[in-house]
């Protein structure tokens, strides 16, 4: 696995930051109806208030634990893993939101702020579909050539990094659970992701019980 030090100073800047928040906005299929789409924390605590919401699928995609946290729910030290959107078979499901038009900028500025902050997203529009409605999502897609990109992780790996991880926004166990438990609120079967959940809370009790 690639050393997660030093991408704390290595933050996309404000410049780049805004130049790509312009294009991505103009290249919007139809800015009447900015959609976004959530599948891991966006979904139980997106940053913005939106206009409305529905759950949605994205086929060819699939989320995944796959990018190194070394600040939000980790260290460099002690990274954590977060959720990161990849090409699959299984497809996605989540929340496409749609942005309200007066708040739009101050809306996808948050975003950006929350999502891109070492560049490991690559923003992109993709086609959703909300029964048989399509819809044109922004997504933010894992960037699989930047160096927090992990590929696939054995269980074991996943569980011991989940399990130790500790950043600013709290425990990366929290962010597995929280994400596990919002699937199920809303119905959408995610096993992997129960199963992980398990091998983790496992692990910490066996912890405290040799302690």
Known sequence: MVSPRGFENRMMSAARKTRLMAETCAAAPDPGQFRVFGYG?????????????VIADLPGYERRFCLLTTRARGTPECPGLGLGLVPGRRGCRGIAYQLKPATLDRDVEALFEREMGTGIYRPAWLEARAGTQALAVLAFVAD?????????????EMVAMISNARGRYGSCRDYLANTVAELTRMGI???GFEALLEHVDRRSLGILNRA
Do not use: K, R, V
Not at 41 to 53: E, G, H, K, R, V
Not at 144 to 156: I, K, R, S, V
């Open 144 to 156: 699989t050539a930047h160096p927090q990109y992990t590929g696939e992780l054995e269980l074991d």
């Open 189 to 191: 079967a995610e096993p």
């Open 41 to 53: 924390s966006l979904m139980w605590n997106p940053c913005f208030d939106p206009a409305a919401s």
